[in-house]
T-cell receptor, first 116, second 113 residues
Framework: EAQVTQNPRYLITVTGKKLTVTCSQN?????MSWYRQDPGLGLRQIYY?????VTDKGDVPEGYKVSRKEKRNFPLILESPSPNQTSLYFC???WGMGQHNNSPLHFGNGTRLTVT | KQEVTQIPAALSVPEGENLVLNCSFT??????LQWFRQDPGKGLTSLLL?????REQTSGRLNASLDKSSGRSTLYIAASQPGDSATYLC????????????FGQGTRLTINP
């Protein structure tokens, strides 16, 4: 089954304790992205990757890191989490976001992160 | 500023009714528009994608239209069912900043049996 898999689904942590949220897709998609969803603010892009070893900042990248060493995986790293990073996080992938590519974006089931 | 607006924020209708959800966007220079469904605590499920050159797309009881000149899209749901209850999100891929989707805040739809 074609899917985007995120782990964990729920995570409670304390301020400053480094964590990683994993994301994997089995569709051989080139493009992957992370979004966060907050009440009243909607979904906002954190980082994206157009292909292996190619990543770039989205609208709200502060406090996050990403890497794309393999095509299927795109982990989100919080080096020193803070309470304002408490949110619902989504990983997404598609065939591409280039000028001539109009493929749909597929989302994972989300990771609910609480930082105390 | 590139924005996407969905009104109303919430809608409640009796089962069996046909209904329309609205989405407006601020710039006609778009690649595509995508409608998603989000169930509580779940991820986003892609429903329909309309390319810039298209006027509408259909999938089962769902029909999405696109009018770039007026900056509007509608999602028509025929013969609504309680299982259609969810939040519906509209997202636009603009020419500018094309490596992301810009999302509306969503319409929370409740279908009453």
């Amino acid at each position: 089954e074609a899917q985007v898999t995120q782990n964990p689904r729920y995570l409670i942590t304390v301020t400053g304790k480094k964590l990683t949220v994993t994301c994997s897709q089995n569709m051989n998609h080139e493009y992957m992205s992370w979004y966060r969803q907050d009440p009243g603010l909607g979904l906002r892009q954190i980082y994206y990757s157009m292909n292996v070893e190619v990543t770039d900042k989205g609208d709200v990248p502060e406090g996050y890191k990403v890497s794309r060493k393999e095509k299927r995986n795109f982990p989100l790293i919080l080096e020193s989490p803070s309470p304002n990073q408490t949110s619902l996080y989504f990983c997404a992938s598609s065939w591409g976001m280039g000028q001539h590519n109009n493929s749909p974006l597929h989302f994972g089931n989300g990771t609910r992160l609480t930082v105390t | 500023k590139q924005e996407v607006t969905q009104i109303p924020a919430a809608l409640s209708v009796p089962e069996g009714e046909n209904l329309v959800l609205n989405c407006s966007f601020t710039d006609s220079a778009i690649y595509n528009l995508q409608w998603f469904r989000q169930d509580p605590g779940k991820g986003l499920t892609s429903l329909l994608l309309i390319q810039s050159s298209q006027r509408e797309q259909t999938s089962g009881r769902l029909n999405a239209s696109l009018d770039k000149s007026s900056g509007r899209s509608t999602l028509y749901i025929a013969a609504s069912q309680p299982g259609d209850s969810a939040t519906y999100l509209c997202a636009v891929r603009y020419f500018q900043g094309a490596q992301k989707l810009v999302f509306g805040q969503g319409t929370r739809l409740t279908i009453n049996p």
